[in-house]
């Protein structure tokens, strides 16, 4: 589980899927009301209350990004405001939850020097193709469709970049895109 605090009052949590089958707990499990499910929540606020100093309590917004492969992101937003004729029980928390699911595989990278690096991987593992976007100075990889070992696409991904909760149609629409569907290639006989 990796946790990144966006705003004061914003944190990201991504989990792998690993992180939930350590849990005992799989994607689905998301749309089940299961103690599991609860208690892996409750355990992943305390965790950020505790790292980032944030006092978790009234409602909490959840934008949960089912990522393929990969595991999920969540979003949690702690709202500022109590209403003044609402009562307030110290320690309760109302969550509004909104799942989204993403079919491609999506993953960030600060520099152009870490796609490259992690073409050269996958090429060297007999993986190819992927589209390369870049959008406010940060590079996006995707790899859509069906995979044969998303997991091995996933951990060699991982290990030069970080998942996107972007959706690629944001890519699509206000990036720019550097190489179509044949990214790994292309850089592996550029920069070889």
């Known amino acids: ?22 849990r005992g707990l799989t994607k689905e499990d998301i749309w089940k009301d ?36 990969q595991g999920m992101v969540m979003i949690v937003t702690v709202e500022d405001e109590v209403l003044e004729d609402e009562p307030f029980d110290e320690g309760y928390i109302e969550m509004q ?17 870490d796609v490259i690096q992690m073409s050269k991987r ?34 060699l991904l991982a290990e030069y970049g970080n998942p996107s909760i972007f959706s690629i149609h944001r890519l699509i629409e206000y990036g720019k895109t550097i190489i179509k569907d044949k990214a790994v290639e292309t850089l592996v006989r550029h920069f070889s």
């Open 1 to 22: 589980m990796r946790l990144e605090r966006l705003t004061y009052n914003k944190i990201k949590i991504f989990l792998t899927s690993d992180d939930l089958s350590d």
């Open 34 to 69: 299961s103690l599991k499910w609860h208690q892996l929540f409750h355990d992943m606020l305390e965790e950020a209350s505790d790292e980032f100093g944030l006092e978790i309590l009234g409602t909490v917004a959840v934008e949960i990004f089912s990522l393929q492969a």
């Open 97 to 113: 939850v909104s799942v989204e699911g993403c079919d491609d595989i999506l993953f960030e990278f600060p520099n152009i020097d």
């Open 122 to 155: 996958l090429s060297a593992a007999g993986i190819g193709g992927g589209s390369l976007y870049c959008l406010e100075n940060v590079y996006y990889f995707s790899m859509g469709g069906k995979l044969q070992e998303p997991e091995k696409v996933v951990s």
